[in-house]
Nanobody
Framework: QVQLEESGGGLVQAGGSLRLSCVAS????????MGWYRQAPGNQRELVAR???????DYADSVKGRFTISRDNAKNTVSLQMNSLKPEDTGVYYC????????????????WGLGTQVTVSS
């Protein structure tokens, strides 16, 4: 069984910073991509940032230059440093990990955290 545990959400004023972290644990054979998605009320879940095993990154246009994603492969951890936060960044942020559970013959699949609330006040 695989678990994703997120931390770091909260309430911050516009212009402030927050750092989200997510650690994957359990029966994991290998981890491929790791990333963060968010969902605001009434909106669909959207990609915020994603990072591959080799360190290549992909960001939503709305967060480029303000957010930085990083990972620690030894600790199965992905982090999202969020600077210059705006009210429109408000939402529930979900950790996403694409990994192979258990053994080499298992297929890779997506796992999701429960989400952490980020609220940016104006």
């Amino acid at each position: 069984q695989v678990q994703l545990e997120e931390s770091g959400g909260g309430l911050v004023q516009a212009g402030g910073s927050l750092r989200l972290s997510c650690v994957a644990s359990g029966s994991i054979f290998s981890i491929n991509a790791m990333g963060w998605y968010r969902q605001a009320p009434g909106n669909q879940r959207e990609l915020v940032a994603r990072i591959t095993t080799g360190g290549s990154t992909d960001y939503a246009d709305s967060v480029k230059g303000r957010f930085t994603i990083s990972r620690d492969n030894a600790k199965n951890t992905v982090s999202l440093q969020m600077n210059s936060l705006k009210p429109e960044d408000t939402g529930v942020y979900y950790c996403n990990v694409y990994l192979r559970p258990g053994s080499w013959y298992r297929r890779e699949q997506d796992y999701w955290g429960l989400g952490t609330q980020v609220t940016v006040s104006s």
